[in-house]
């Protein structure tokens, strides 16, 4: 999107160096790496990051007034509420699509918000290798708020471990050798010693969880949550007898469950910002809009884009038997914006925080960025094309 740092890294790219750098980063934890990456980085100027941060700034403002709760008094579905709730989101997350208007100018458009972890290790480690081979252009980082490698690891172990040993705190996943996030998971264990556990592991002594590990019960002080309740509610007969999470267990969360589903779509159609795109609860509907085909239809709480209908008719809103649980949104014309040799490449970028107990306000650490030709972002709308996939965004200081 910078045309002179586009131009420049296009002309210097070389397969040779892609591969190599590949090699390298696969040879971290070989085979763990279950998603494409991309060939090339995104960059972004000045305008374009004040605009993200801008709109995220709005969001966390509403999160922390007073409506906030009153809003989503009612976004955890019956049955899905777990106790002891904290104060704060540990982990906050927004997805913004990046579009062009009239102006030809380019903007930032909301396309998801999370209460919910992201690949935080891998996105440390990813940028530092990547740079062996395609270095940074000058006055750029994937970093914010004065963050570089090191002091981003530190501060994320700090975060994750709290005042725990990590023998005391686990990565709590389903299956988590089986996700495809995986390298995210062995990433966290061999920079912070944080061992991934699957759900079926975790055993209860009183209200005291632990798993065993050779034998010995190892007992769990704080979890890092990354179990998808919508996914849980999928596997459980796979998964066979659990403990009984939503119990008064003597853990901490990071973050606590609630927060996945009150910082979620759910949210969306209370936020009034020029780069949020208007959306509304589809129980809300006093009419089905006629211009359909300027809208997208989304299950709440699904993942990973499974249930969202882009081209919507108006039969598939007539069908919807709990019309609760979706939201209707204007859709977001992604743009054409990222020039790659065989065509040019739509971007999304992810913006990462985590917010500390103790702190006022979240910090923006890092983010991802997703490179996509399909009709949405994501692997199964891009397979056998190149210049796709998982990568990371440069902005300018």
Same mark, same amino acid.
């Given at each position: 999107?910078?045309?002179?740092?586009?131009?420049?890294?296009?002309?210097?790219?070389?397969?040779?160096?892609?591969?190599?750098?590949?090699?390298?980063?696969?040879?971290?934890?070989?085979?763990?790496?279950?998603?494409?990456?991309?060939?090339?980085?995104?960059?972004?100027?000045?305008?374009?990051?004040?605009?993200?941060?801008?709109?995220?700034?709005?969001?966390?403002?509403?999160?922390?007034?007073?409506?906030?709760?009153?809003?989503?008094?009612?976004?955890?579905?019956?049955?899905?509420?777990?106790?002891?709730?904290?104060?704060?989101?540990?982990?906050?997350?927004?997805?913004?699509?990046?579009?062009?208007?009239?102006?030809?100018?380019?903007?930032?458009?909301?396309?998801?918000?999370?209460?919910?972890?992201?690949?935080?290790?891998?996105?440390?480690?990813?940028?530092?290798?990547?740079?062996?081979?395609?270095?940074?252009?000058?006055?750029?980082?994937?970093?914010?708020?004065?963050?570089?490698?090191?002091?981003?690891?530190? %501060?994320?172990?700090? /975060?994750?471990?709290? @005042?725990?040993?990590? +023998? =005391?705190?686990? !990565?709590?996943?389903? $299956? &988590?050798?089986?996700?495809?996030?995986?390298?995210?998971?062995?990433? %966290?264990?061999?920079? /912070?010693?944080?061992? @991934?556990?699957?759900? +079926? =592991?975790?055993? !209860?002594?009183?209200? $005291? &969880?632990?798993?065993?590990?050779?034998?010995?019960?190892?007992?769990?002080?704080?979890?890092?949550?990354?179990?998808?309740?919508?996914?849980?509610?999928?596997?459980?007969?796979?998964?066979?007898?659990?403990?009984?999470?939503?119990?008064?267990?003597?853990?901490?969360?990071?973050?606590?469950?609630?927060?996945?589903?009150?910082?979620?779509?759910?949210?969306?159609?209370?936020?009034?910002?020029?780069?949020?795109?208007?959306?509304?609860?589809?129980?809300?509907?006093?009419?089905?809009?006629?211009?359909?085909?300027?809208?997208?239809?989304?299950?709440?709480?699904?993942?990973?884009?499974?249930?969202?209908?882009?081209?919507?008719?108006?039969?598939?809103?007539?069908?919807?038997?709990?019309?609760?649980?979706?939201?209707?949104?204007?859709?977001?014309?992604?743009?054409?914006?990222?020039?790659?040799?065989?065509?040019?490449?739509?971007?999304?970028?992810?913006?990462?925080?985590?917010?500390?107990?103790?702190?006022?306000?979240?910090?923006?650490?890092?983010?991802?960025?997703?490179?996509?030709?399909?009709?949405?972002?994501?692997?199964?709308?891009?397979?056998?094309?190149?210049?796709?996939?998982?990568?990371?965004?440069?902005?300018?200081?």
């Amino acid at each position: 999107m910078i045309s002179t740092l586009r131009k420049a890294y296009n002309q210097s790219f070389t397969k040779e160096k892609y591969e190599a750098f590949l090699k390298e980063l696969n040879s971290l934890h070989p085979g763990a790496i279950d998603f494409r990456i991309a060939e090339t980085p995104i960059y972004i100027d000045k305008r374009l990051k004040q605009q993200m941060l801008d709109t995220s700034s709005y969001i966390i403002q509403h999160i922390q007034s007073p409506a906030f709760k009153q809003e989503v008094a009612h976004a955890i579905p019956n049955g899905e509420f777990f106790p002891n709730q904290n104060k704060i989101p540990h982990c906050l997350v927004f997805d913004f699509g990046i579009c062009k208007n009239k102006k030809n100018e380019m903007f930032p458009a909301l396309i998801e918000l999370q209460g919910f972890p992201s690949l935080y290790a891998f996105q440390g480690v990813y940028p530092a290798m990547f740079e062996k081979y395609f270095p940074a252009p000058d006055g750029y980082s994937t970093f914010f708020n004065g963050y570089q490698y090191q002091t981003y690891l530190d %501060t994320l172990k700090n /975060f994750f471990l709290g @005042s725990h040993q990590p +023998s =005391e705190v686990i !990565l709590l996943e389903i $299956k &988590p050798h089986e996700q495809k996030t995986r390298i995210d998971f062995y990433l %966290t264990e061999s920079l /912070f010693g944080i061992k @991934s556990v699957c759900v +079926s =592991e975790l055993k !209860l002594e009183g209200n $005291k &969880p632990y798993y065993l590990l050779n034998k010995e019960k190892k007992y769990i002080k704080r979890i890092y949550n990354r179990v998808i309740i919508d996914e849980l509610n999928q596997e459980k007969d796979a998964l066979g007898t659990l403990i009984d999470f939503q119990g008064d267990i003597d853990v901490e969360w990071l973050p606590h469950p609630n927060w996945f589903y009150q910082i979620s779509k759910y949210l969306l159609p209370y936020l009034h910002h020029p780069f949020i795109p208007a959306t509304s609860f589809l129980d809300d509907l006093t009419e089905i809009p006629n211009d359909l085909e300027n809208y997208v239809l989304k299950p709440l709480f699904s993942f990973a884009g499974q249930g969202v209908i882009i081209d919507v008719k108006a039969s598939d809103i007539e069908n919807i038997k709990d019309p609760s649980n979706w939201i209707l949104q204007k859709k977001v014309q992604y743009a054409d914006c990222i020039e790659t040799p065989d065509g040019n490449a739509k971007a999304e970028i992810r913006l990462m925080y985590i917010w500390i107990e103790e702190d006022d306000e979240p910090i923006l650490l890092t983010n991802l960025a997703r490179l996509s030709k399909g009709k949405m972002i994501g692997t199964r709308y891009n397979k056998d094309k190149e210049w796709v996939g998982g990568t990371v965004a440069y902005f300018e200081k």
